[in-house]
């Protein structure tokens, strides 16, 4: 697909929990690998993890040294190469300016979440794809914090499975939205 | 959709390990919620774990307790709902048995892999879901064993992303499988 840079972000940052306060999520080792690895299969050009936890920070430091230097390069040299999309950053701001400046011009965030019933479509999504620089913005715990929305950002239509139950891991979530908006003939399947 | 009730499989033996090897893999939590949440998500029907190793099988079976009458059941209902979907057995023979059993028909397996290049069609495998109760067998590791493949049953084409890498965890390649297969208005996407 002829299509401009795209990055996404994995939000710990504002999120809520499930009585829908706002929490700070822990970075979880599995999230940064799953999601490195289908981003990478789907040719996302960058992966941030949005956390203000100076130890979180470091944890996912650590993590891509392993597997770029460590043991791990020796042993799986495809996780190297997934993790070297991932970049952390203390902000979703800081994530978009980071990812303006890489591509030098103003990216456009696109929110994710499970109640978007009415949000931007695949289509027009992939459409936006080929003239803006999109970030989607992803959230961990039970979703993206109600004050993200209220920016005026686009917001991706949710996900519907074939069941009203809707409570997709994160995880699953990125790949099946980088699969409707990046796959090879997405939109003719 | 009008489908027949669906089945998928999580497969720890047989199964190859990166270097072609046959292994049994662990069963990890992790895979069991991620894959029974998607599952349910999409309204499959039952949701296999094939393990050989008893101790595994009776991992699961905890996992299943914690979330079914332990702790987990009043700290998160939806995980119990999703998890009432899984079945342990020791072979994939079993899995195939049991679901047999249970819709009063033989089941027709379907093979996954990321080398099917030129596999079923997710076209005419939404359409064998009409007429046929297919169970969309997965592997862990680094694929299914050669062995299954000599079965003579049909084999899912493989996921292209849009990159040459193709290294997706196992939860996300079902999760993009089970939307490509029972999304609403899937194949019109």
């Known amino acids: 697909m002829n299509r401009l840079p795209f990055a996404i972000a994995l939000v710990h940052r504002p999120v809520v929990d499930r009585r829908g306060d706002l929490v700070t999520t822990a970075v979880t080792n599995l999230d940064v690998h799953d999601i490195a690895r289908t981003a990478r299969t789907y040719g996302v050009d960058r992966f941030y993890i949005v956390t203000p936890v100076q130890e979180q920070l470091t944890l996912v430091e650590r993590i ?3 597997w770029h230097q460590g043991h791990g390069a020796e042993y799986n040299p495809h996780r190297g190469e997934a993790l070297g999309l991932v970049r952390v950053t203390a902000s979703l701001q800081d994530a978009l300016a980071d990812w303006g400046q890489e591509v030098g011009m103003e990216p456009l965030p696109v929110l994710t979440g499970a109640k978007a019933r009415d949000g931007l479509s695949y289509g027009a999504c992939r459409e936006l794809l080929k003239t803006r620089h999109l ?3 992803l959230g961990t715990g039970w979703g993206l914090a109600p004050s ?14 074939s069941s009203d139950y809707n409570h997709l891991p994160v995880r699953a979530a990125a790949a099946i939205m ?12």
């Open 64 to 66: 891509l040294d392993h």
């Open 135 to 137: 970030m989607l913005v």
């Open 148 to 161: 993200l929305f209220a920016n005026g950002w686009p917001v991706l239509e949710s996900i519907r499975g």
């Open 178 to 189: 980088l699969d409707r908006l990046l796959a090879a003939g997405a939109g003719e399947k």
